[in-house]
């Protein structure tokens, strides 16, 4: 089945460690996000893609770091300096410009 | 600085009925409109969407209406089911970034 998973679905953290989220997808999109979602509130945009080798900052960006190496993957590093890491992290991809994004089933990222 | 506002944080409707889920915005080169229907702990799934040279598009139970107007943007579904019960997002797009709403969590009743 054409899809995106990410993976793990749920990541400790200890404080002053880097952490990578895995997203990989299948559906041969060009386009892949990462959003953060905090309780109550909507998403916000961390980092996107338009294209391999290539990639954005989006609205919240600070203390994050993606890379684009291959089509598929779009990992996400989130780094010592992003203060609130707490969160659940979701990783979208589209098809193009005005199609509807897709997303995985979510990481909950915890600080111990 | 809220570009996308849902304004009701949650919505009690009775099975069968209409449930109405309202959306605003601020930005008016926003050219793609979408909602999303989220469970927990689950990725938000893609309900149906609309392009800003339309007023109106449906999808079975499904409407989306949007007044540029207004910088309004509502969700009918009808008749509302059990299976309906979730947080609703709406999203905004320009350039293939989108910007979501807060989410109304809408509640069917037996």
């Known amino acids: 089945d054409g899809g995106i998973t990410q993976s793990p679905k749920y990541l400790f953290r200890k404080e002053g460690q880097n952490v990578t989220l895995s997203c990989e997808q299948n559906?041969?999109?060009?386009?892949m996000y990462w959003y953060r979602q905090d309780p109550g509130q909507g998403l916000r945009l961390i980092y996107y893609?338009?294209?391999?080798?290539?990639?954005q900052k989006g609205d919240i960006a600070e203390g994050y770091s993606v890379s684009r190496e291959k089509k598929e993957s779009f990992p996400l590093t989130v780094t010592s300096a992003q203060k609130n890491p707490t969160a659940f992290y979701l990783c979208?991809?589209?098809?193009?410009?005005?199609?509807?994004?897709?997303f995985g089933d979510g990481t909950r990222l915890s600080i111990l | 600085d809220q570009q996308v506002k849902q304004n009701s944080p949650s919505l009690s409707v009775q099975e069968g009925r209409i449930s109405i889920l309202n959306c605003d915005y601020t930005?008016?080169?926003?050219?793609?409109f979408l909602w999303y229907k989220k469970y927990p702990a689950e990725g938000p799934t893609f309900l149906i969407s609309?392009?800003?040279?339309?007023d109106k598009n449906e999808d079975g139970r499904f409407t989306v209406f949007l007044n540029k107007s207004a910088k309004h943007l509502s969700l009918h579904i009808v008749p509302s089911q059990p299976g309906d019960s979730a947080v609703y997002f709406c999203?905004?797009?320009?350039?293939?970034?989108?910007?979501f709403g807060q989410g109304t969590r809408l509640t069917i009743n037996p």
């Open positions: 979208a991809s589209s098809s193009g410009l005005n199609q509807p994004q897709h």
């Open positions: 559906l041969n999109h060009d386009a």
């Open positions: 999203a905004a797009s320009r350039s293939q970034k989108l910007v």
């Open positions: 930005n008016s080169m926003f050219d793609y």
């Open positions: 893609s338009q294209i391999v080798n290539d990639f």
């Open positions: 609309i392009s800003s040279i339309k």
